[in-house]
């Protein structure tokens, strides 16, 4: 696995990997991009517009159907907060037969007092600050590592990176090959910074004035984020719009999935 091959690499000094394996293994990928004909006026700039994205796209992607000589995709969610990304990286996951590894879930595992990282992570919720990058990729190296003996290969990875620092540690660590941007309305997002807020220990007039500076460094790091993985040409924006069946089927369309949702959801036939 040519990640593995590269855990003890980083782009941070307090980084911390696991020790490096032997071996390596290549994943495919499949994904297009979504074009949004909303006015006429905008038709052809928009299609031409998306026909490039793809053209910038195709290099580093390969069909789905690569998948069944053993090759997995290994895709990235990012997006606004309250884009339910979890939810749609959990049927990608389903779909593709490849493990859905959740960033939130390994922290919150650790969040026992047995665990030697358990004061860094605490400290950090109560704070409301970012975890550490040492913690938070030691524990991805960990649970890649696993996953390597466990006879996985591939991954749809959400929680991580948040920022344009921990995408260029996670570069260090595994080859991905598409990220998907999950876009929703903006008053989601305040909404979702909004109730944080307020369910922490501030005071209901100081909820809404932290509530915006959450939404002005979401949108600074947000925008760096968005940035690096388009350089790099893996970046497939995604408007999520309606409710979590409407958006699953406008992904499905956006990653030219559509058929293997219908072959996974056919009933089987009786011998």
């Not at 999950?182 to 007039?205: D, M, P, Q, R």
Request: aromatic fraction near 8%; glycine fraction near 8%.
């Amino acid at each position: 696995m040519a990640w593995l091959n590269r855990l003890a690499i980083t782009a941070a000094p307090s980084l911390r990997c696991v020790s490096r394996f032997p071996g390596s293994r290549g994943y495919g990928s499949a994904a297009a991009v979504q074009c949004d004909y909303d006015y006429y006026d905008d038709y052809y700039s928009e299609a031409v517009e998306d026909y490039e994205q793809l053209n910038r796209l195709k290099p580093n992607l390969e069909s789905v159907a690569g998948s069944a000589s053993g090759r997995g995709v290994q895709w990235v969610l990012i997006g606004d907060p309250g884009a339910k990304k979890h939810i749609y990286a959990e049927k990608l996951s389903k779909l593709l037969e490849v493990p859905h590894i959740s960033m939130g879930t390994l922290l919150r595992q650790e969040l026992n007092l047995n665990s030697s990282v358990y004061k860094q992570i605490a400290n950090a919720v109560n704070e409301g600050k970012l975890v550490p990058e040492d913690v938070i990729f030691g524990l991805l190296s960990k649970r890649l590592e696993e996953g390597y003996y466990r006879g996985e290969n591939g991954f749809i990875l959400d929680g991580i990176p948040r920022t344009r620092i921990q995408a260029e540690i996670l570069d260090q660590i595994a080859d991905i090959d598409l990220v998907v941007n999950f876009k929703c309305g903006e008053g989601k997002v305040v909404k979702k910074n909004l109730i944080s807020a307020e369910n922490s220990s501030y005071s209901v007039a100081d909820a809404g004035s932290v509530s915006n500076e959450k939404s002005r460094i979401y949108a600074q790091e947000g925008k760096a984020l968005e940035g690096y993985y388009r350089k790099q040409q893996k970046l497939l924006d995604f408007q999520v719009a309606g409710g979590s069946g409407e958006t699953w089927q406008g992904l499905l369309a956006a990653l030219h999935l559509k058929h293997l949702s219908a072959v996974s959801s056919s009933p089987k036939l009786a011998a």
